[in-house]
């Protein structure tokens, strides 16, 4: 868990003239779970679309597996493949349930994935909608298929925006256990954002606070509640507003 | 050549050069509708209006235009080279209802892809789809929206009269097609036929557009 998998040095992204992050130093070692916390418009979406190289730096370097990789149209799809994002508004395909979970591994030549996607979607609770169509889901359970779509890759590093966002709290509990599950018996590294604190408690190995698109702090999770070294994140943690 | 024969010869024509012009503004004109209606590049408003001026162009103006493309004063007809068709047969029916048909396929191909959500192809691309893959699936949320970009492109030519009428000359036996042959009857006052004429048009623009639908609910529904 000490191997650094990605390294972000100097990175900024800017919206026309917006910067909407600037990360100097940044990086999150394989296998690890980070929570990145932070107000709205804190850049923290942006930082995990850049993790998932679906957009370029606009300066700085982002290294993964010790390997300098420019996001966007140029990703290399090798690369691409071993990253995926469930983000916080889940864009299903016109298809079953089933197919859409399936997608992943056809888009990897995989066929005959009936057995592996059965077993995702048992894990996530949803077998009964396995022939259903994707767009007749409610919010919990088409934020579940988003999930599974991901899970089923067995991908090297899983990227979650809000995905527990608006959901109650048994479809909160269902998705964080199955992360968790998958974490414990593959090794996954996983960044995700979350607006809730207990939660980035509950599952973060770290956490990093994010204001104005900077990162503020990072730290071990017991250290950045307990023991924050940045006012704001005191503050943060406290629940007062820092921005 | 009895009625029956006569009038199968007109069917069969009709299909065939307008079947041929379908087949090739489809090639022609998805692509051009997924680059416009997912690409920015410069030009590409100039580009979009002229496809939008494409779709309104009558078809007589684009017979017209044909015509002296091939006629032997013409740029191409001049040049004589074995694959530009010479006027007065299907093949320069052919390529003027291609040139008809090419505008309504790429705009509503454009307007249908141009309307998925634009995260649809994040989402894709995150779970791992390349370019090709990432644009197949965007089509595949506009079919609706492209199958009926296909069946106003067949309606746009199997019912004109205007350009087949210049660039084919409604010669029979040749280039003969149903439309041509509607106006030819009713000119001559046979009403009778041009009405049993009309019909079977009409029968066979129901037909092919029925077919695309009925395709495109086994290919697609979950």
């Known amino acids: ?243 | 050549m009895s009625l029956d024969a006569a009038l199968l010869e007109i069917v069969l024509l009709s299909l065939r050069v307008s079947g041929f012009a379908l087949l090739l503004s489809v090639l022609l004109g998805i692509p051009a509708g997924l680059l416009l209606g997912l690409r920015r590049f410069p030009g590409r408003r100039l580009a979009v209006a002229a496809v939008y001026t494409g779709m309104a162009f009558p078809p007589v103006v684009i017979g017209l235009f044909v015509y002296l493309l091939l006629s032997r004063n013409g740029p191409l007809g001049g040049l004589a080279l074995p694959f530009i068709p010479s006027l007065f047969t299907p093949q320069a029916m052919i390529l003027a209802q291609t040139i008809l048909a090419f505008p309504l396929v790429a705009g509503f191909t454009m307007a249908a892809v141009g309307g998925v959500d634009p995260a649809l192809r994040v989402q894709v691309r995150a779970l791992g789809a390349s370019h090709w893959q990432a644009t197949w699936a965007v089509l595949e949320e506009a079919r609706g929206g492209v199958v009926a970009a296909v069946a106003a492109g067949f309606g746009g030519i199997i019912s004109e009269v205007g350009a087949v009428m210049i660039v084919g000359g409604n010669i029979e036996h040749r280039t003969r097609v149903l439309t041509t042959a509607i106006v030819l009857e009713t000119g001559k006052g046979n009403f009778d036929l041009a009405i049993a004429l009309s019909l079977v048009l009409l029968g066979l623009a129901f037909s092919a557009n029925f077919l695309i639908v009925y395709l495109q609910g086994r290919s697609f529904d979950p």
């Open chain 1, 1 to 243: 868990m000490n191997e650094i998998l990605y390294a972000l040095s100097g990175v900024t992204k800017a919206y026309g003239r917006r910067t909407v992050l600037a990360v100097d130093d940044l990086t999150i070692r394989r296998g690890e779970t980070l929570a990145v916390v932070g107000p709205s418009g804190a850049g923290k979406s942006t930082l995990l679309r850049l993790l998932n190289f679906l957009e370029p730096a606009a300066t700085g370097t982002i290294s993964f597996g010790g390997q300098t990789i420019v996001g966007g149209d140029d990703a290399p799809l090798a690369v691409l493949r071993r990253i995926t994002t469930v983000f916080q508004r889940p864009v299903l395909l016109k298809r079953t349930v089933a197919a859409n979970v399936a997608y992943g591994l056809g888009l990897r030549g995989q066929r005959n994935t009936q057995a592996v996607v059965a077993k995702i979607l048992d894990a996530v609770g949803l077998s009964h909608l396995a022939g259903e169509k994707a767009r007749s889901l409610s919010g919990g359970e088409a934020q579940r298929v988003a999930l599974a779509r991901a899970l089923v890759l067995h991908p090297d590093v899983l990227l979650l925006d809000e995905p527990t966002a608006n959901l109650d709290p048994a479809n909160v509990a269902l998705i964080e256990q199955a992360v968790a599950q998958m974490c414990r018996e593959q090794g996954t590294t996983v960044v995700f954002v979350t607006h809730n604190l207990f939660q980035a408690r509950r599952m973060g190995d770290r956490v990093a606070l994010m204001l104005d698109g900077r990162l503020v702090e990072v730290g071990d999770t017991d250290a950045f509640f307990e023991h924050p070294v940045d006012p704001r994140t005191a503050a943060f943690v406290r629940g007062e507003m820092v921005y």
